[in-house]
């Protein structure tokens, strides 16, 4: 695969260490042209730079060989934001929102479902946006893409750039020199933002909707847990996706019976702050900083 032009997970020479993070974290670090159109295998092919679909094995290989591939595209929601996000908040406290404020404005009907999410978080760095974005899935969308600002979008291709030559230095590219090759990519895509040449992708003046969702960031004032609605009277509605409360619907006795780190919607930034959790464990207790929350 790595002679036919590919970057795998693991050399046929096992000349570097394998991949230590989930495929679709890895494409949303080596993409670096919020135009590209992207299908992986995984559900959760959802990045936060283009716009990706999920598809099955057949349609993926034939797009590898091909560069073409054939599917329906379903209509968009757009998703816009409103007021400010508390700091004591984390984005996927917004996340959790997002899905509770939808439901409640279209009376419980999952608008995002089989559609695609079009959402404009502009400030927000590819990282924090891609927490956004892979949540999609689990709403069943289609697809996702975020609509950035000129400044955030070159932020988060300079970051991208330095994941890839960290590939780069350990290895990991080929006789075609792929991984260089989006380097180049993201040098020429950084040029057209700032010399106004090709300003950050945004959507026709007279783009039609399915539905428009405007969240309230000031109606987010405490931590949101997810519980999966598995007592719905609805049987219909079982799994389809979670019910989200405020942290004191629980009155504090919500009990945490296994804690977990890693799923598809956690990105580096989340990593960093469960190392920093652990890093002041002592006497089989946690303490937390005011820097972190749980």
């Given amino acids: 695969m790595n002679d036919f032009g590919l970057i795998t ?12 993070d989930v495929i679709h974290k ?13 299908i992986g295998g995984d559900s959760h092919t959802r ?8 598809a099955d094995s057949g349609t993926v290989a034939l797009a590898l060989a ?3 591939a054939s599917m329906p595209i379903p209509e968009s929601v757009k998703v816009t934001f409103k007021g400010e996000m508390k700091e004591h908040m984390d984005f996927r406290d917004v996340v959790h929102a997002t899905q509770a404020q939808m439901l409640q404005k279209f009376g419980g009907e999952n608008v995002f479902q089989g559609r695609i999410i079009e959402v404009h978080i502009g400030t927000l760095p590819a990282d924090q946006a891609f927490t956004f974005t892979d949540w999609t899935a689990e709403m069943k969308a289609k697809a996702s893409i975020c609509i950035s600002e000129d ?7 300079e970051i991208a750039k330095g994941r890839i030559q960290i590939m780069i230095d350990k290895g990991m590219d080929n006789a075609r020199q792929v991984l260089q090759g989006l380097i180049n990519r993201a040098d020429k895509r950084i040029a057209e933002i700032k010399s106004g040449e090709k300003p950050a992708l945004t959507p026709d003046e007279n783009a039609k909707y399915y539905a428009e969702v405007v969240i309230d960031l000031d109606a987010i004032v405490e931590p949101m847990i997810a519980d999966p609605d598995v007592n719905n009277e609805d049987v219909s509605k079982r799994y389809t996706h979670d019910t989200i409360r405020e942290l004191s619907y629980y009155g504090g006795g919500k009990k945490v019976d296994l804690g977990f780190v890693g799923s598809c919607m956690v990105h580096k930034g989340d990593l960093k702050i469960v ?7 002592k006497n089989n207790r946690v303490k937390w900083s005011s820097a972190h929350r749980s």
């Fill in 26 to 38: 890895v494409l949303n670090d080596i993409t670096v042209d919020e135009w590209a159109i992207i």
């Fill in 275 to 281: 190392s920093q959790m652990l890093k002041t464990w």
């Fill in 9 to 20: 997970a693991r050399d046929p020479k096992a000349s570097y260490h394998s991949m230590t």
């Fill in 66 to 68: 091909t560069g073409e």
């Fill in 47 to 54: 990045m936060s730079k283009g716009v990706a679909f999920g």
């Fill in 151 to 157: 400044d955030t979008l070159i932020q988060s291709l």
